[in-house]
């Protein structure tokens, strides 16, 4: 007998799961589906990071409220998240990366940004443990990070308190259609449904090839750095580059986490992730440069994994015209910070048939067309 769901969503990572989440409290019967165990994908592999003025004008309105939506995820599930909330700074080293520095800082201002601009002795006071090669910085209180480890647990918990079916080690072949919507055949049998959730993170465009939808959702591989522990320094803050080119956080325990999205090698197409160590070495170098006291911890592990990208970097969030049985949440850069939002929205989708004004830009119907 074929499993049966009012909403089979498909990946258990944090768009799958908090999608689901929101579609239990809503009332639905939910199965959620994934080829491995849940948030093993992107989900489970990431940096954490949930900064907001790292992000491009045009998105970052969208970011302020994908941290208010993990805030709200900090008090409303009943399991730590790791969520800490510290601020960042922002820092510049080379003349050109202090003007477009400041340039940024403005836009944010007149967006309602609360960030702050640290040079000379200001940013000295204020991280004293910054290299010589920073000229600026800015500091957003808004910026923040969560534990991948914790949120995980928490969010399979919270899901399956709420009723939700989570089948792991279960892949999406392809699909038939039915009178009342979908049967799904999986690899551990089929699951019939009425309405299904792409939620397959870097995998989605695969997936969705099998709705006759295309979705133009391309995977990179990207590369962390863990260090051991080492006395706290840094306050919690998190760091991040004008150039794009790091990401630094210290957490409670001690231990320092680097990236900044360096590419690693491979891809879905053949399942691998591996370090490119070159560059995994000029990421290590320029994080030692710009925070030093980097340069006496020890590297523990390093590890890339899949993350999934738009050509306009907006996430994909709701349905589509053609196919009213058929939903997309898709976070893409920076997609721990915009999944739960992303759930959200594309379960209210769902739920409801409406999304709110600011979501128009996540439209899966805009590659359609
Ligand atoms: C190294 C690294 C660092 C990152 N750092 C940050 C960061 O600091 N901050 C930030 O905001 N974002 C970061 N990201 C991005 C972020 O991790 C991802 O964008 C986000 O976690 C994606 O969540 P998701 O639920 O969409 O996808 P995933 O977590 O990848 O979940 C998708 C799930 O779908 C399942 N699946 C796929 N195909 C099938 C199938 N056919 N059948 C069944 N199941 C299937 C997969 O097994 C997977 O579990 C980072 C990514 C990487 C790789």
């Not at 800490?84 to 520095?101: F, I, N, Q």
């Not at 204020?126 to 534990?147: E, K, N, Q, R």
């Not at 490119?276 to 911890?297: F, I, S």
Request: hydrophobic letters at 40%; glycine letters at 12%.
């Amino acid at each position: 007998m074929p499993e049966k769901a009012d909403v089979a969503v498909i990946g258990a990572g944090v768009a799958g799961l908090t999608t689901a989440l929101r579609l239990a409290e809503g009332g639905c019967s939910v199965l959620v589906i994934d080829q491995g165990d849940p948030f093993r994908g992107g989900s489970g592999v990431n940096a954490g990071t949930l900064a907001l003025q790292n992000k491009n004008a045009e998105l970052i309105l969208f970011y302020q409220r994908a941290i208010a939506e993990w805030r709200r995820l900090d008090q409303a599930l009943d399991r730590d998240i790791g969520y800490v909330c510290r601020g960042g700074l922002r820092v510049a080293e080379s003349k050109d990366e202090a003007e477009t520095l400041r340039r940024e800082v403005v836009r944010q201002k007149e967006l309602g940004i609360e960030t702050e601009w640290l040079e000379g002795n200001r940013l000295r006071h204020h991280a004293p443990w910054l290299g010589s090669s920073i000229s600026c910085a800015t500091y957003c209180v808004d910026d923040g990070f969560a534990s991948p480890l914790l949120a995980g647990r928490a969010l399979v918990k919270a899901a399956l308190g709420a009723g939700v079916g989570v089948a792991t080690n279960r892949e999406f072949l392809g699909k038939s259609t039915t009178p009342n919507g979908y049967r799904l055949d999986t690899s551990a049998g089929p699951v019939e449904c009425g309405d299904v959730v792409i939620a397959a993170g870097a995998w989605s465009g695969r997936v969705a090839e099998h709705f006759g939808v295309t979705l133009p959702v391309e995977c990179h591989v990207n590369m962390l750095s863990v260090t051991r522990r080492i006395a706290q320094f840094m306050d919690n803050q998190v760091v991040t580059h004008i150039g794009g080119r790091l990401t630094l956080k210290q957490y409670p325990n001690g231990s320092c986490l680097l990236g900044g999205g360096w590419r690693g090698e491979g891809g879905i197409e053949t399942g691998r992730k591996d370090l490119n160590c070159e560059r995994l070495q000029q990421n290590l170098r320029l994080h030692a440069d710009v925070v030093p006291p980097l340069k006496d911890a020890t590297i523990l592990r390093t590890w890339a994994g899949f993350e999934a990208e738009t050509p306009d970097h907006w996430p994909i969030a709701g349905g589509f015209d053609g196919h009213p049985r058929l939903f997309v949440a898709v976070p893409a850069k920076a997609g721990f910070t915009a999944g739960p939002i992303v759930g959200r929205l594309t379960a209210e989708k769902l739920l409801t048939g409406e999304m709110p004004p600011f979501a128009r830009p996540m439209d899966p119907e805009r590659f359609l067309h």
